[in-house]
């Protein structure tokens, strides 16, 4: 019952949100600060995006938990209860330089257990969705599940740069494959994978509110989602990621990173 109150809600916000940043690109005053790296951005945009979420999910649920990026919510160390996992901005170099292919992604975890997922891709008009078990969907059409008989060879894959840097079997793997993708932004290259318009994404150093949204529906499509060795992938901590249809997936951990 609380998981339509909230599917409910969080459309609602969503389209809010996505209207908001829409109007606020024809604005010149958009103010760009760097974060961790003169590559991490953050701007006024993402963080009125941030708090509008945060001030609506303390109104109407003040017992659930906020885990976003720009730390309007709180620091999350236990997995209990419900948690808003949220980037109200993933791709904000793209939002700066290209003004597209950005996206706000929020994913909704009970328990540690993803249930309910959304990726709105504002000026690609794509709006991601999934449930845990029942399909994901992208503009209220299924996504079919994913092939596992797909092979390297055929794959295009996306790879980014510090990626390259870090696991240097990575270059072995763009040799193999059909070619190389680079979109900037990972909750849109991991709806890549999850659409079969990519076939593997793998990067150095993603944060929960990177993936929380994107793991949840790339699984729900069947897509293999883990580190870069294989283990598992909690949504709490930073750390590399790795996603790839089945088939994909098994070859290189196999043939590539898993030697
Ligand atoms: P962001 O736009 O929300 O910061 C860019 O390659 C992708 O990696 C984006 O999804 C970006 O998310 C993410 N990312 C994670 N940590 C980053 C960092 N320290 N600097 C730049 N991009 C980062
Ligand atoms: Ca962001």
């Given at each position: ?9 969080a459309?609602?916000?969503l389209?809010?949100a996505g209207?908001?940043i ?24 993402d963080?009125?995006t941030e708090?509008?979420f ?12 906020l885990l976003g990026e720009e ?13 808003w996992v949220l980037d109200p901005i993933d791709g904000t170099?793209?939002f ?6 950005f996206a706000i992604s929020l994913g909704i975890y009970?328990?540690?257990?993803g249930?309910l997922a959304y990726i709105y891709d504002i000026?690609?008009?794509e709006f991601y969705f999934a ?54 932004a990972a909750t849109l290259e991991y709806m890549?994978?999850a ?11 993603l944060a929960p509110w990177d993936i929380g949204a994107g793991k949840i529906i790339a ?16 949504i ?24």
């Open positions: 019952m609380v998981l339509e109150k909230i599917d409910q809600l459309r609602e916000w389209e809010e209207n908001r829409f109007m606020a690109l024809e604005q010149t005053n958009i103010e760009v600060e760097a974060k961790s790296d003169r590559n991490d951005l953050v701007t006024n945009v963080k009125s708090r509008y945060a001030e609506k999910i303390a109104e109407h649920f003040p017992d659930h938990r730390g309007y919510g709180e620091e999350i160390t236990s997995l209990e209860g419900v948690i170099v793209n700066v330089e290209q003004k597209r292919n009970k328990e540690g257990i249930e000026i690609g008009g449930k845990r078990g029942e399909g994901a969907f992208v503009n209220d059409v299924e996504i079919p599940k994913l092939s596992a008989d797909k092979k390297l060879e055929d794959a295009l894959v996306i790879i980014n740069t510090a990626a390259m840097h870090k696991f240097p079997q990575t270059l072995a793997i763009i040799k193999e494959a059909r070619g190389l993708r680079l979109y900037g890549a994978v659409t079969g318009r990519a076939d593997a994404y793998i990067s150095a150093n699984e729900e499509v069947g897509a293999i989602v883990t580190r870069v060795d294989g283990t598992p992938m909690t709490t901590e930073k750390g590399a990621s790795f996603v790839a249809s089945p088939g994909v997936h098994a070859e290189i951990l196999r043939d590539y990173l898993g030697k």
